[in-house]
T-cell receptor, first 116, second 115 residues
Framework: GDSVTQMEGPVTLSEEAFLTINCTYT??????LFWYVQYPGEGLQLLLK?????DKGSNKGFEATYRKETTSFHLEKGSVQVSDSAVYFC???????????????FGRGTQLTVWP | KAGVTQTPRYLIKTRGQQVTLSCSPI?????VSWYQQTPGQGLQFLFE???????NKGNFPGRFSGRQFSNSRSEMNVSTLELGDSALYLC??????????????FGQGTRLTVV
């Protein structure tokens, strides 16, 4: 079945450091891929998405490229800020049997802490 | 445009009781999905509703049920609560166009504590 594997961390960085959070997936067909972010006490916010191979999603300085050959969707940011401290989830949305729509398969999440 | 609204935000219940959580999706969205988030199991899919019909269901016992109304608002119900049901319950709405994976927008969640 469909699944997502991401590095669980925690990841601790100094401000302005480079960030990479690895995410690989297993899916049949052609899934859409997402990164969500969760701040303490909050729900999930969509950070970026890519819907087909070689697409690059980007938002707020974060980027991820949909790599079908390596089944990966790694999250990167060139210079992190203290305000980026949160939990990051990689997710895929595929074509389930008989239904697709909003079902997402999530990784376990990566806690990022950025120190000033 | 208002986001996804979940009520209540916090809930404390006793073992054996039942609980109903509510979710109002983004206006115009017809698909509502529910997820359970716990430290041990992460984010797990409960079920999805589209146009008042359950279209997909995760691997949860029958104590977990849901429904969707004609205005797309959804409720989920958990009967005979167990301590292990303590979790953050998240609702997500999406436009729900058939056969097209679409992005989901999440509410802030309902934090359920079972004592």
């Amino acid at each position: 079945g469909d699944s997502v594997t991401q590095m669980e961390g925690p990841v601790t960085l100094s401000e302005e450091a480079f960030l990479t959070i690895n995410c690989t997936y297993t899916a049949t067909g052609y899934p859409s891929l997402f990164w969500y972010v969760q701040y303490p006490g909050e729900g999930l916010q969509l950070l970026l998405k890519a819907t087909k191979a070689d697409d690059k999603g980007s938002n707020k300085g974060f980027e991820a490229t949909y790599r079908k050959e390596t089944t990966s969707f790694h999250l990167e940011k060139g210079s992190v800020q203290v305000s980026d401290s949160a939990v990051y989830f990689c997710a895929l949305s595929g074509l389930d049997r008989g239904s697709t729509l909003g079902r997402l398969y999530f990784g376990r999440g990566t806690q990022l802490t950025v120190w000033p | 445009k208002a986001g996804v609204t979940q009520t209540p935000r916090y809930l404390i219940k006793t073992r054996g009781q039942q609980v109903t959580l509510s979710c109002s999706p983004i206006s115009g969205h017809r698909s509502v999905s529910w997820y359970q988030q716990t430290p041990g199991q992460g984010l797990q899919f409960l079920f999805e509703y589209f146009s008042e019909t359950q279209r997909n269901k995760g691997n949860f016992p029958g104590r977990f049920s849901g429904r969707q109304f004609s205005n797309s608002r959804s409720e989920m119900n958990v009967s005979t609560l167990e301590l292990g049901d303590s979790a953050l319950y998240l609702c997500a709405s999406s436009s729900g166009r058939d056969r097209v994976p679409t992005e989901a927008f999440f509410g802030q969640g309902t934090r359920l504590t079972v004592v």
